[in-house]
């Protein structure tokens, strides 16, 4: 149990082009999903935090107009990354709070965006 | 903020070794989470721990929860070649967002 499922796994676009990732829970429902990006051989940086019918919470320094965020329902939360330039590309993580169990995540396979 | 600091960064161990790596911090945690990494996947929870002095094993691999509540200790036994990868810890305060250790990287040699 606690599958979180990601989509696509690799993507690669033009700059200036948007591009959307979802993040499904599988077997469970997630009222709050978190969306990290990750650098090669660094931690998980916390991008945001969506919650289901809401707006999401941003972290300082991650501008909300550029990625948008949509938690539509209990099971999926999208992240679309617009305008996207190079520096832009990274491997993008999401993850969601099981609302049975205490605080565990579970962690989506990730998402590789490169931006040409 | 609080930050979470991980020892060793990285080890090279041979197969067969037992390992031992922690996470420690100045602030105090109410809950410690243990993720590994492998190359271009999504961190897989290992082992959840809720209680200060709490000891907890899933498999080969055991962690505890630090009496002071500021570290937690993950051992794997009997290494394997599929124990590579990145271990990360995770500290939780409740009400307040998750933080992640560093990592640390773990290669076993056959």
């Known amino acids: 149990g606690a599958v979180v499922s990601q989509h696509p796994s690799w993507v690669i676009c033009k700059s200036g082009t948007s591009v959307k990732i979802e993040c499904r829970s599988l077997?469970?429902?997630?009222?709050?999903m978190f969306w990290y990006r990750q650098f090669p051989k660094q931690s998980l940086m916390l991008m945001a935090t969506?919650?289901?019918?809401?707006?999401?919470?941003?972290e300082q320094g991650v501008e909300k107009d550029k990625f948008l965020i949509n938690h539509a329902s209990l099971t999926l939360s999208t992240l679309t990354v617009t305008s996207a330039h190079p520096e832009d590309s990274s491997f993008y993580i999401c993850?969601?709070?099981?609302?049975?169990?205490?605080?565990?995540?579970?962690f989506g396979p990730g998402t590789r965006l490169t931006v040409t | 903020g609080q930050q979470l600091n991980q020892s060793p960064q990285s080890m090279f161990i041979q197969e067969g070794e037992d390992v031992s790596m922690n996470c420690t911090s100045s602030s105090i945690f109410n809950t410690w989470l243990w993720y590994k990494q492998e190359p271009g996947e999504g961190p897989v929870l290992l082992i959840a721990?809720?209680?200060?002095?709490e000891l907890t094993s899933n498999g080969r691999l055991t962690a505890q929860f630090g009496i002071t509540r500021k570290d937690s200790f993950l051992n794997i036994s009997a290494s394997i070649p599929s124990d590579v990868g990145i271990y990360f810890c995770?500290?939780?305060?409740?009400?307040?967002?998750?933080?992640f250790g560093p990592g640390t990287r773990l290669s076993v040699l056959p």
């Open positions: 077997d469970f429902q997630a009222t709050t």
């Open positions: 993850s969601a709070l099981h609302s049975g169990s205490y605080y565990e995540q579970y």
């Open positions: 721990l809720y209680k200060a002095g």
């Open positions: 995770a500290g939780i305060i409740y009400g307040q967002n998750f933080v």
């Open positions: 969506s919650n289901e019918g809401s707006k999401a919470t941003y």
